[in-house]
Structures are given as C-alpha cells and as structure tokens.
C-alpha cells in the first residue's frame, strides 16, 4: 500500500500550485482521502477531504474559498487544487487515507500516509 504525493514547489504568493496523491495497493474508492500540511515547528493539520466515494468534500477554514479538493477514480488518485497562495500555506503537504465513512479531520484517524511534498510560497 503506497500513497505518492507530487506536485509541490516553490511559487510566488498569489499563485496556483496542483497537487496530485497517486493511490497504489488500494482503492481511493472505498477510503476518505484527505490532505494535511505541516510547517516547520508547527503540529500537521488537517486542510482537504474527500468522503468515501467522493459523496461529500470538507476544508479547512484556511482552505476554504481557495482550494478544490477531486478524485479521479480512473487513475486512483486524489488532487488537491489551490489558489491564492500565501507565505503562511508554506508546509509540507501530505495526503492521507482513512478507512471510514465519514470524513474525521484528526491526523491519529488516517492509517495510511504518503511521504508528503514541500511547497514554498514566496512573498
């Protein structure tokens, strides 16, 4: 079971970045996929998810407005689209899958993790 983060980077502020989480050893369909960040010295929250089968999607207040979280079942995988960057969503990202029906916003609830990508966002 893999779970493989891409698409981080250094952007300037103001801009769009696309990330994608590409699912290996199960399917996306049947677990709540989420992303959550972490930044230096800071605890990982919770920033996207997406409800078993996609059903429903929930953010983050500091997501919210500026960020799409999708599914793309056919290539199992999960994005995580977002605008208006700002210095402050400089973190590590990391997606996540939980075996459950309802979207839990606690890091403790997901059992399966990528290795997470960096994005910088530069002022």
């Known amino acids: 079971v893999q779970l493989q983060a891409s698409g981080g980077g250094l952007v300037q502020a103001g801009d769009s970045l696309s990330l994608s989480c590409a699912a290996s050893?199960?399917?996306?369909?049947?677990?709540?996929m989420a992303w959550f960040r972490q930044a230096p010295g800071k605890e990982r929250e919770f920033v996207a998810a997406?409800?078993?089968?996609?059903?429903?999607?929930e953010y983050s207040d500091s997501a919210k407005g500026r960020s799409t979280i999708s599914r793309d079942s056919g290539k199992n995988s999960v994005d995580l689209q977002m605008g208006s960057l700002k210095p402050e969503d400089t973190a590590v990202y990391y997606c996540?899958?939980?075996?459950?029906?309802?979207?839990?916003?606690?890091?403790?609830?997901?059992?399966?993790w990528g290795q997470g990508t960096q994005v910088t966002v530069s002022s």
């Open positions: 050893g199960i399917s996306i369909r049947s677990y709540v």
């Open positions: 997406s409800s078993w089968r996609g059903a429903n999607t």
């Open positions: 996540a899958a939980s075996f459950t029906r309802s979207i839990y916003r606690n890091a403790p609830t997901y059992g399966i």
